[in-house]
């Protein structure tokens, strides 16, 4: 993204104006950006964690596979 | 009518809001990024460890190892009839008379509330994700416990911080949840208390006899109440991954303040696939000390050869050396029941002659 350059000494009033005009555009730009983010890539990328979270949850436990492997283990061990 | 003009000031401040939401945005993405990989590392090193198990698992069932041991008795999985006792995950203990404090987590209408008054640290480096493990597991949002080491020996540090007690840190139950059970062995838990840290004095105040091997879901009871300061663990890893690290990592570790039922018992039915003929006096208990080589006498197990209506009928005598008890009757099955004073794992009888 290049510099504005603003040319205050010359054009004064027309370049706080461009000023102003890049600014709002600017929180503009920020304010798509968020809601395109969260409700797009981002809401995604939080459901996919969501969905580790669960996988996680019925991996591990007090009765998950591995415990009762090791029970079982134990038995023969 | 005069048009609102927006001031330099506002003007400024809208790009102060617009450059910190971006910020925010970057922000968000690199935790997501971190909590994604902690949790995909975590189901990888489960799902790696659970094949290697399974292998081993075949390995010894196919060599008939399982016949061999019919003479052994892992409570949790035994076939208790009758008894006052909880189970959690591979231990027998004695029964909760209610339900036990959390000196972490404090019970709200709302549900568990975590009281961030401590350090955890693991070889001395202490992460905030770590203290996801003292976490109660049903708060929302919390981190992951979990990483890989390149040394297989670690130690584990829980500290309070003394000069923000937020409650009391009485507790005499130790409850563990791993994410790989059975994949690690606790070679020493000391436990330093608030008195003695008062007192400077450096001495652990309760230091656990033996070694735990492969650790799985556990409780495990102090030999009495303490004041939690320091909880130290040295820990050895036994599972190498594919990637050469060892990976650890506590879903949960909750120190409890429990009142536990003195009078606790199980009484598990035990079955053969012969007649029984004599059962040794000697017996190994495996519990939360390790391996214990003790006696029916000493453990206060009696023996039936029925049980019905919370009555043992006909007590059966063990043998011991030259004293030799045969059971008179042709039984395939008898009753065992057997008092529990501390977290208990398995009753192994050192003989169970069959005819």
Known sequence: MSMILYNYRYRGPYEYDKFILNTM???????LLEKKLLNGDYGILKKEIDDLNTMIEELTGENCKLQRQLLFSLQIE | MATNRISSKQIMNLLDDARNRIGALEDDAATMKLNMDSRLSVIRNIQEYEEKQM????????????????????????????????????????????EPNDIFNFKTVGGYSFKDNAVVSIDGIIKPRYKAML??????????CFDEFDNNRIELSVKINPGELLGTTEFNVIEIMPYLPGSFKIESLDIYSLQSYYMNDDNPDSSMPGEIKNVGVCRLLTDDKYNLYELKMKITLNFKNSNGKYPFGLKHLYFLNAEMNTESFVVCKIKQNKYIDTISEELTVVDQTGIVETTCREENIELF????????IDAIATSKGLTNNPIPRDIKEFYMKYPIQRSTVSVQFNDINLR
């Open chain 2, 55 to 98: 292998k081993e698992l075949t390995s010894l069932v196919d060599k008939g190892r399982w016949i061999e041991q019919a003479n052994k008795i892992v409570l949790v999985r035994s076939d208790i009839v009758e008894g006052v006792y909880d189970i959690f995950g591979s231990t027998v203990h004695p029964k909760f008379l209610k």
């Open chain 2, 135 to 144: 976490m109660h597991d049903s708060i929302t949002g919390q981190d992951i």
């Open chain 1, 25 to 31: 555009q600017l929180v503009n730009e920020t304010d």
């Open chain 2, 305 to 312: 050869t029925d049980y019905a209506s919370g009555i043992g």
